[in-house]
């Protein structure tokens, strides 16, 4: 009898500090048969324990293509992200999952792509990210603007220095003004604003979009402008959840569930949606 | 209720207050049910019968947005104005900020009661009344800008004694043990469900104590030790405070005599604070909520 | 549909049969505190059958209202898991209201929704259910206003209908019902040719039309931000009293409850009309205030249920109605969406 409420145990190989109050874990399943066999699609989400705290949801940031290990980034903000904040490489975690809908990389492949995310918005998106770069080639141009308040909250820093080098990406990174170092050689503005700036050409193109609200709803403004139509921008959406598969009816907007029928969404299917989350 | 409704008019007209909260009919028989008048036309659904249970100031609280809109008026028993007095002593409420339609009340309908139409006019019958009015000794309301129904006398009873206070007096009778037992058996059908401090005006806290979890001072499950933690907790919090209003006992579903346990902390406060009685002063404050140098403090061991 | 005969001790009978085979029995049962909920029974006297309807559903006889799922221990950087087991007897639920067994099926489709939750299903699967038809139905009942019947048979195994003089037809439903009543053929004795059976309550039909309230809901731009919800639920002080009475709400949280070094998680009952359900843990809550938790609730009941679940998620039990604070009346809703739809 499969019960849905256990997680599977997971080690802590790696903790990365990305900014102040982020880290990113890189997990290892204990048991060997999940560490060979454990698939998601680029994404995902899990539910992570720290056990004698509770669950708390994120999605999976590693790259689907990449097998034996997944990541996660979150930011310590409440009971469950504290706790797990506080542990160590070589501590125990708990994983449910994988749940949720997928990125539509089908539907991506031959278009050209542009990527904007800011803050703790880019990690749902780094994992497609980086699924579509380890298959390069069935891709067009691929453009990524990603902002954050400050030099300091940039996350993935390291990532976004390999992103820069790549000459088969365009990568545009931005802090908010008044957020910029003196030594700092990017873009200084809002993120709608710096997309704005870069102005992707929108024809074969899909856009996807991460971040706070505020910033996805004006950069869906800004992608209308350079001609992107809502079903060719794509978004992730969060909301409260606990169980994770559709059980618990915490994470609905009106009558649709993030859990299963998102967390990824079209911006046409976000707009459809009632003024519920 | 012709003179109620007029001056609900009248106020509403000449824009004294932005909306009345009183009661209006229910949908079901026996129920009354809470009702915001914001026009004339509204105010002609304004009652005032035994069948009005509810203690409307919770709306008056920080639970709600009705004193966001400007002045209110409130159509109040007795019994609901003790409760106004707690709150402007916690300095929740301003007297100024709301005009008390204050009813004579000879008594409200216990629970489940429903009283048909010839019962509503006559004389409630002590056995179909709440037992927080059989206790009453502010049947005409001490504090009023207006005054409806005709003076009612309040009978003249020791406070503390009678009524809810021989069944506490009951329970004080019993040993140790069995006093537990007692208790621990009624908490045990406790869901969580927390009916009873929603419906509570003084239960206003903006993060309730089971909402916190760092740490989870209150477990939320309906077990023992979590259903123990709660109602032990929210009966400390409404020590000196609660006025006995007896929502809590009303909504409850699972049946929990919770008027019992917070008339019980009532008496220890009369008893231990020189006979403190919560909702009858604005100007002292509760006993749990002030200190003064010479307290007695004989009872702490 | 074969009719069967319980006679005047059949259901004396039948339970001490169920109790000799270890066999849990669940019926309406009055508790110390007086009231009438689905629980424990030892005998036939022990049954409420003319109470009108229970104060709580019979949902927790499958989904508990406080739950262990997992038990965990720490041990130094490693962590040892137990999934919790629990050990289901056969049960029987005899005496269930026609409405509260069709709140069944609605729950069941939520808990099997690509996921299935065995916690649910596995006390499903070994639950026989029999249920009772209505003689009597108070103000507060409106099952057949929402396409439910006091004599219904969706979601029981076996029905039984009073007979005047004594005893219960027995209507045997599924197969399980044929199979329960094989089992116990020396209760369930052949019937009569006919049987003089109490008549049938008799709920008030409202003026209620639940597929214009749906079409109604599906317009979003018609009824997202009508002010009745605001009109409607002003009042609601958000005691979620209606969320645990209710047969059809499922909503539940997971916590974990550490004690030292070990602890569980479990899953307890919670209701979308608490303050906090949906409260982010930066501070912004999707549904702030009352009037868009109600408007959740209501929309649950008459268009995410049937849209998600092709099941009605109102059975019209009246609980609510019964239990709340403040008269917050969903039938007064339904009344009055029904006529704005028109």
Request: with cysteine.
């Amino acid at each position: 009898m499969h019960n849905l409420y256990v997680p599977h145990l997971m080690t802590i190989e790696d903790v990365t500090e990305e900014a102040p109050d982020v880290k990113t874990f890189h997990l290892v399943f204990k048991d060997e048969k999940m560490r060979e066999n454990f698939e998601f699609e680029t994404g995902q989400f899990g539910e992570y324990s720290a056990f004698g705290h509770g669950e708390c949801t994120f999605c999976i940031a590693s790259a689907s293509s990449r097998k034996g290990f997944i990541q996660c980034t979150f930011r310590r903000s409440g009971k469950v992200t504290d706790a797990l904040y506080n542990l160590e490489i070589g501590d125990t975690i708990g994983f449910r999952g994988p749940y949720g809908n997928t990125f539509d990389l089908e539907a991506m492949k031959g278009k050209n792509l542009v990527f904007v995310a800011g803050g703790i918005g880019l990690p749902p998106l780094r994992s497609l990210i980086l699924t579509v770069l380890d298959n390069r080639e069935d891709y067009g141009d691929i453009t990524i603007v990603y902002g954050a308040r400050t030099v300091k909250d940039l996350v993935y820093k390291d990532q976004l220095k390999h992103w820069a080098e790549r000459k088969d990406v365009k990568m545009v990174t931005a802090v908010d003004p008044g957020g910029e170092t003196d030594d700092w050689t990017g873009k200084v503005g809002f993120v709608p604003t710096v997309l704005e700036e870069t102005a992707p050409s929108s024809g074969n193109s899909m856009a996807v979009v991460c971040g706070p609200p505020v910033m996805i709803k004006f950069s869906l403004q800004s992608l209308e402008k350079l001609g992107f139509s809502r079903s060719d921008v794509i978004t992730t959406l969060e909301n409260r959840m606990k169980c994770g598969f559709g059980k618990c009816g915490r994470c609905n907007v009106g009558n649709i569930y993030v859990c299963k029928d998102g967390p990824v969404f079209t911006a046409e299917e976000v707009a459809a949606m009632p003024n519920d989350f | 209720m012709e003179s109620l409704q007029s001056k609900a008019k009248e106020l509403i007209k000449d824009a004294s207050v932005a909306v009345i909260i009183g009661y209006a009919a229910g949908t079901k028989k026996g129920k009354t049910k809470p009702f915001f008048a914001y026009s004339e036309e509204d105010c002609e659904k304004l009652i005032f019968t035994p069948e009005c249970v509810n203690n409307l100031t919770i709306y008056l609280t920080r639970k709600f947005d009705f004193m966001k809109k400007g002045k209110v008026a409130i159509v109040a028993k007795g019994c609901d104005i003790k409760t106004i007095n707690v709150l402007i002593q916690e300095n929740q409420l301003k007297r100024d900020d709301v005009v008390i339609l204050g009813v004579s009340c000879e008594g409200v309908v216990d629970k489940d009661v429903i009283l048909d139409r010839a019962e509503l006019t006559a004389d409630l019958p002590e056995d179909k009344k709440s037992i927080k009015c059989i206790t009453c000794d502010v049947n005409t309301p001490s504090d009023f800008d207006h005054l409806f129904g005709e003076g009612v006398e309040s009978k003249a009873i020791e406070p503390m004694t009678g009524g809810i206070y021989d069944e506490v007096d009951k329970v004080r009778g019993m040993a140790q043990g069995e006093k537990w037992n007692f208790w621990m058996e009624h908490f045990e059908r406790c869901i969580k469900c927390y009916a009873c401090k929603k419906v509570c005006p003084l239960c206003y806290c903006d993060v309730c104590i089971t909402e916190k979890n760092q740490p989870q001072w209150i477990e939320t499950s309906a077990h023992e030790r979590g259903n123990y933690a709660w109602n032990i907790k929210r009966a400390m919090d409404l020590s000196g405070r609660c006025t006995f209003c007896g929502e809590c006992d009303r909504v409850c579903p699972a049946e929990i005599p919770l008027n019992l346990l917070n008339q019980e902390m009532a008496k220890l406060n009369y008893e231990a604070f020189d006979g403190y009685r919560a909702g009858y002063q604005t100007e002292e404050k509760p006993p749990f909520v002030s200190f003064k140098e010479d307290d007695d403090e004989g009872f702490i061991r | 549909m074969t009719l069967k005969l319980l006679k005047e001790d059949g259901l004396k009978k039948l339970i001490e049969a169920l109790n000799k085979a270890d066999t849990r029995v669940v019926g309406p049962k009055r508790n110390k505190a007086g009231m009438v909920t689905y629980d424990d029974v030892n005998a036939d006297t022990e049954l409420e059958l003319d109470e009108v309807i229970g104060r709580y559903s019979p949902k927790d006889a499958f989904f508990p209202q406080h739950e262990t799922v997992m038990r965990y221990k720490l041990d130094g950087k490693d962590v040892h898991v137990k999934a919790e087991t629990p050990v289901i007897k056969e049960t029987v639920l005899l005496g269930v209201r026609p409405c509260d067994a069709a709140a069944m099926i609605s729950l069941n489709k939520v808990f099997t929704w690509d996921y299935v939750d065995t916690l649910f299903t596995e006390r499903q699967k070994k639950a026989t259910i029999i249920s009772l038809a209505c003689n009597n139905a108070d103000e507060s009942c409106f099952c057949t206003s929402v396409g439910f019947a006091p004599d219904g048979t969706e979601g029981s195994d076996i029905l039984l209908k009073k007979i005047k003089s004594g005893g219960y037809l027995a209507e045997l439903i599924t197969k399980e019902g044929e199979a329960f009543a094989t089992t116990h053929k020396s209760i369930f004795e052949n019937a009569p040719a006919k049987a003089d059976t109490v008549a049938i309550a008799e709920p008030t039909k409202l003026d209620i039309d639940i597929d214009r309230i749906k079409s109604w809901l599906d317009d979003k731009e018609k009824s997202w931000e009508h002010p009745l919800w605001e009109q409607l639920a002003a009042k609601c002080v958000g005691c979620g009293g209606c969320t645990f009475v209710c047969p059809t709400c499922h909503c539940f949280d997971i916590v974990d409850e550490p004690y030292g070094d070990q602890g569980k998680r479990v899953k307890n009952w919670d209701g979308c009309q608490f303050d906090h359900f949906t409260l982010h843990a930066s501070g912004h809550n999707p549904r702030e205030h009352q009037p868009q938790r109600w408007r959740n609730r209501f929309s649950c009941k008459f268009k995410i249920y049937p849209d998600r679940f092709e099941k009605k998620g109102c059975v019209g039990c009246g609980r609510c109605i019964r239990v709340c604070p403040v008269n917050l009346d969903i039938t007064e809703a339904m009344t009055e969406i029904t006529q704005i739809a028109k």
